[in-house]
């Protein structure tokens, strides 16, 4: 069974703070990972990586993925109070439909 | 273009009644999907569907239906609520060969069984 975490689970933060969150996957035939942000409604989407190594950027937040150890790491830069969400973490094989999403890390961003 | 649209957003059921959330999407996706959202928990797969006349089930199906008569709608039916079904409903969709993209999703459905 795929098997997505996440950690840590929950992160307080002061504003201007640089902030790593953790994503390891269990997966079958592995061909995606993504990341999403979650402010009290839907998800959505930030990045896609599917190969090692390779550094996805959009302003202060970047994430790469490591495809021999099996995790991917969201870095955010200089955190400001619009950070504070739930980022989720989600897998998708090759002869799978659906993303299998983690259990998420809640970032908060205090002033 | 209004993207994936769910109804309602909010409802509170009393234990065994039923109801439809529904899902309706205008971008011709063949993949639709249902996921619930616990707090503090991520999103678990309800159903699932490839296409019209295509159905299958997810982590979590029991006590859930589904159906796929059009491209465009999902409906996810509930049937004898009970109070674990209290959640966060999700509907989401994608369009064939680019599920690995991010989804598009719905705007959620907020159920309390009471």
């Known amino acids: 069974e795929d098997k997505v975490v996440q950690s840590p689970l929950s992160l307080v933060v002061h504003e201007g703070d640089t902030v790593t969150l953790n994503c390891s996957y269990e997966?079958?035939?592995?061909?995606?990972l993504l990341w999403y942000k979650q402010e009290k409604k839907a998800p959505t989407f930030l990045f896609m990586l599917?190969?090692?190594?390779i550094e996805k950027k959009s302003g202060r937040l970047s994430s790469i993925l490591d495809k021999k150890e099996l995790f991917s790491i969201l870095n955010i830069t200089a955190t400001q109070t619009g950070d504070s969400a739930v980022y989720l973490c989600?897998?998708?094989?090759?002869?799978?439909?659906?993303?299998?999403f983690g259990k998420g890390t809640s970032l908060l961003v205090t002033p | 273009n209004a993207g994936v649209t769910q109804t309602p957003k909010f409802r509170i059921l009393k234990i065994g009644q039923s109801m439809t959330l529904q899902c309706t999407q205008d971008m011709n996706h063949n993949y639709m999907y249902w996921y619930r959202q616990d707090p503090g928990m991520g999103l678990k797969l309800i159903y699932y569907s490839v296409g019209a006349g295509i159905t299958d089930k997810g982590e979590v199906p029991n006590g859930y239906n589904v159906s796929r008569s059009t491209t465009e709608d999902f409906p996810l039916r509930l049937e004898l609520a009970a109070p674990s079904q209290t959640s966060v409903y999700f509907c989401?969709?994608?369009?064939?060969?680019?599920?690995?993209?991010?989804?598009?999703f719905g705007s959620g459905t907020r159920l309390t069984v009471v």
């Open positions: 599917t190969s090692s190594g």
């Open positions: 997966v079958t035939n592995f061909r995606s």
């Open positions: 989401a969709s994608t369009s064939r060969g680019t599920a690995l993209y991010g989804y598009t």
């Open positions: 989600a897998v998708i094989s090759n002869s799978g439909y659906a993303l299998n």
